[in-house]
């Protein structure tokens, strides 16, 4: 049976593009025509499948109309980071809840009291969705959820919390929190063993189209 799966989804406003001369030299190696997922290309550049053939000019337009040249007045990455940054102290709940999935999968940098940097910093994670989950947020109720059942970022393992978290998540039809509620009370963690209850959240999550949630709810009926 599929258990808890992590889900810590959403746009990210921070996008880290990087190349190297290693990666250039790999793409100028490259002879013909190549899978369209598998050519390394510079950032603002178009895969050679894409205009093989065509003149510098007919290139060039179409290098405009798929991949439009940012503004001079366009904010970079640091900027729309210390924007969410503000919304979130602000009390922006998708912000707050964006912002602890950034320091939770380290698209974020953070650093220890010693001045380390952190890859990850679960803690900082933990305190934004808590802010976030206070508020009615299902995304970040379900990952505070998460991070309760499995004693992440400081938290103690606390399986009733996690079911807490789960449930105020599922009401407000979040999936994967309605599939990992079910989960809770098919094994009787945190919540006393209920199948009824199980079968009743396995399909409000897969009516959904929850793969896990399906799957499950055939393992119980």
Avoid at 23 to 44: C, R
Avoid at 76 to 84: G, N, R, W
Avoid at 200 to 214: C, L, N, R
Wanted: charged share 20%.
């Amino acid at each position: 049976m599929s258990i808890f799966t992590i889900s810590l989804t959403t746009v990210f406003l921070l996008t880290i593009v990087g190349c190297n001369n290693e990666a250039a030299d790999s793409k100028e190696q490259m002879k013909g025509a190549v899978p369209l997922g598998s050519e390394i290309t510079l950032e603002g550049e178009l895969p050679s499948l894409l205009t093989e053939g065509l003149s510098p000019e007919e290139k060039a337009k179409l290098t405009e109309e798929i991949l439009p040249m940012a503004s001079p007045d366009d904010p970079t990455p640091e900027e729309k980071f210390e924007e969410l940054r503000e919304k979130a102290k602000n009390g922006n709940a998708a912000a707050q809840t964006t912002l602890g999935i950034m320091y939770f999968t380290g698209q974020a940098i953070s650093k220890d009291t010693s001045g380390k940097i952190l890859s990850t910093d679960p803690a900082k994670a933990a305190a934004w969705f808590h802010r976030a989950a206070l508020q009615g947020n299902a995304d970040a109720q379900y990952n505070l959820g998460l991070m309760y059942l499995m004693g992440q970022g400081g938290l103690t393992k606390d399986s009733v919390k996690a079911v807490e978290f789960f449930l105020e998540a599922a009401l407000q039809g979040n999936a994967d929190a309605q599939n990992n509620l079910g989960v809770m009370y098919h094994m009787g963690e945190g919540v006393e063993q209920d199948n009824s209850e199980a079968k009743k959240w396995y399909a409000k999550s897969a009516a959904q189209g929850h793969v896990d949630a399906q799957t499950n709810l055939e393992a119980v009926e």
